[in-house]
């Protein structure tokens, strides 16, 4: 079965410090890809940053890095310069085109809080 | 572009009742699902659509109809409402299955609340 394991529900950081969240995800495919979604207190699923699972170079957006370790099916975020904006839930995703259709596995979040 | 739009935003019901959440795109994605979110469960997927008329279960379909009449809809039915079905209910879009670099698009969700 497809999981996604999200190890820490919730985390904490001071403002401009950088934190870390981890994914781990366990799938037999060879070719999907994984995301990592931003959930505000407004409940909208906000798409943070991407990966190829056929790539090896990490994806960046502006402050937000991934650590994408593929023999260990690891896929972590990191945020620098953390801001108050940032404080959310973080959901762990992977896609996998199955049988025809496609499916998002999600993990079940890490709440991450912001401290000024 | 509206991108997901879904309504109500808010629905309370009772044990036993029917209703249906709404969920429409206009960005002529083929490929639309509809997810549920509970406390520490994170999201999973109900029923999706590949594109018209062609629908199917996924992982938790149980007390769940949909239909896809249109590219634009996908409506999402509860025959017989039961407080399991208490939930935040999200639809998704995206383009067709060819695309390699597929982004889900997500409404702003449903909160239901079953009595």
């Known amino acids: 079965a497809q999981t996604v394991t999200q190890s820490q529900p919730e985390m904490s950081v001071q403002e401009a410090e950088t934190v870390t969240l981890s994914c781990t995800y366990d799938?037999?495919?060879?070719?999907?890809?994984l995301f990592w979604y931003k959930q505000p207190p407004s409940r909208q699923m906000i798409l943070v940053i991407r990966?190829?699972?056929?790539?090896?170079q990490n994806a960046t957006e502006n402050r937000f890095s991934v650590n994408f370790q593929k023999a260990a099916k690891s896929f972590s975020l990191k945020i620098s310069d953390s801001q108050l904006g940032d404080a959310a839930m973080y959901f762990c995703a992977y896609r996998i085109l199955q049988g025809g259709s496609e499916k998002l596995v999600f993990g079940k979040g890490t709440k991450l809080t912001v401290n000024p | 572009n509206a991108g997901v739009t879904q309504t109500p935003k808010f629905q309370v019901l009772k044990t036993g009742q029917s209703m249906t959440l709404q969920c429409a795109q206009d960005m002529n994605h083929e490929y639309m699902s509809w997810y549920r979110q509970d406390p520490g469960m994170g999201l999973r997927l109900i029923h999706y659509?590949?594109?018209?008329?062609?629908?199917d279960q996924g992982e938790v379909p149980n007390g769940y109809n949909v239909s896809r009449s249109t590219t634009e809809d996908f409506p999402l039915r509860l025959l017989s409402a039961a407080p399991s079905q208490t939930s935040v209910y999200f639809c998704a879009s995206s383009y067709d299955l060819g695309s390699s670099y597929n982004e889900q698009f997500f409404g702003p969700g449903t909160r239901l609340t079953v009595l």
């Open positions: 799938t037999s495919e060879s070719d999907y890809y």
């Open positions: 659509s590949v594109g018209a008329g062609i629908t």
């Open positions: 990966q190829e699972a056929y790539k090896q």
